[in-house]
């Protein structure tokens, strides 16, 4: 649970449960403040206030007996957030991730999560797909952003985060650039360089090929895409990488694949057996703000789940 949802059930009582009010002391919005307390109640599975219409006049029973439970808790957390700002320990947040995700895509969180926070330490964990379940099942790190297929642990929560395509890279001067590819067995003609979790037999690249009764000539691979990037400025063949790796390379030319490949799935992987600190909970938001904070701090066995279908892409 975020500690936050406790804050604004304990702010919304020391201003007489006026809703406007509270939301001006917390620096919020007024819909935020309703917002947390309706999820608030829904964790606990009982109203916590008495109400007619839209308008909450007082405590019921559930909410007088909790009061002095959740002031409590705050206060201990306030006492144990002093103590940490006043030592000179630093916090550090531990992060599996792939380079794709890093360079392109997690500057911006990065930034923000560091100026909110100058004494954390972020430290990323570049690591194949497939291993960073079980980082995260055995507390090596605090989350995972995954994005591709990966062996699902019982005790992994999976929240998925954006949708992403395949572009394939070429030189500037190669003849695929010429024309339109209306096949995969345009590209299979060209030695081809890409991710090494896309030649096994069971990714959804190989399966392309293979459901086109195509074998590609896979000459390299590797889990980084600038190093697909380097070598397909040496000529050495053509690249699939992730469409979000594109940059502003005067030497390469990115074709998009989405009509001839299935794009991927960005995720971020939480243990069910660790609490995330809010740190890396507002981490996770800043990194994917369309997915609620709720879903994200959620503990234990949560049923809780994000529509795929409704993911931006990335």
């Not at 201003?15 to 001006?24: I, P, R, Y």
């Not at 293979?210 to 697909?228: E, F, G, K, R, Y």
């Amino acid at each position: 649970m975020n500690i936050n949802l406790l804050r604004t059930f304990l702010a919304l009582v020391k201003h007489d449960l006026n809703f406007t009010l509270t939301a001006e002391k917390l620096g919020v919005s007024q819909p935020a403040v309703t917002k947390s307390i309706k999820n608030f109640e829904q964790i606990i599975g009982a109203p916590l206030f008495r109400r007619k219409g839209r308008h909450c006049y007082q405590l019921t029973d559930k909410g007088h007996h909790l009061f002095p439970v959740v002031r409590s808790i705050v206060e201990q957390v306030d006492c144990m957030l002093t103590e940490k700002k006043l030592s000179d320990d630093r916090m550090t947040l531990n992060i599996a991730t792939t380079h794709t995700q890093i360079k392109y895509k997690l500057a911006g969180t990065v930034e923000h999560i560091l100026g909110k926070y100058p004494r954390l330490s972020i430290n990323f964990h570049q690591a194949a797909p497939e291993t960073m379940a079980g980082m995260v099942s055995n507390g090596l790190v605090d989350f995972a952003i995954a994005t591709e297929s990966f062996h699902l642990f019982s005790d992994i929560r999976v929240l998925p985060c954006y949708h992403w395509g395949r572009s394939l890279v070429v030189p500037r001067d190669h003849p695929l650039t010429a024309r339109q590819i209306t096949s995969l067995a345009e590209i299979a003609a060209y030695p081809l360089i890409t991710y090494v979790f896309t030649c096994h037999e069971r990714s959804d690249i190989y399966s392309a090929f293979i459901h086109q009764q195509i074998t590609p000539n896979i000459v390299m691979s590797a889990t980084d895409a600038d190093i697909i990037k380097h070598y397909v400025r040496r000529k050495m063949g053509v690249g699939i990488v992730a469409s979000c790796a594109k940059d502003d390379d005067e030497e390469l030319e990115f074709i998009s694949l989405d009509h001839l490949l299935p794009g991927g799935q960005t995720s971020v992987l939480v243990s069910r057996n660790l609490w995330l600190s809010d740190v890396a909970c507002e981490f996770i938001s800043s990194f994917a703000p369309h997915i609620s904070d709720e879903l994200i701090c959620c503990f234990g066995n949560s049923q809780g789940s994000v529509a795929v279908a409704e993911l931006p892409w990335q």
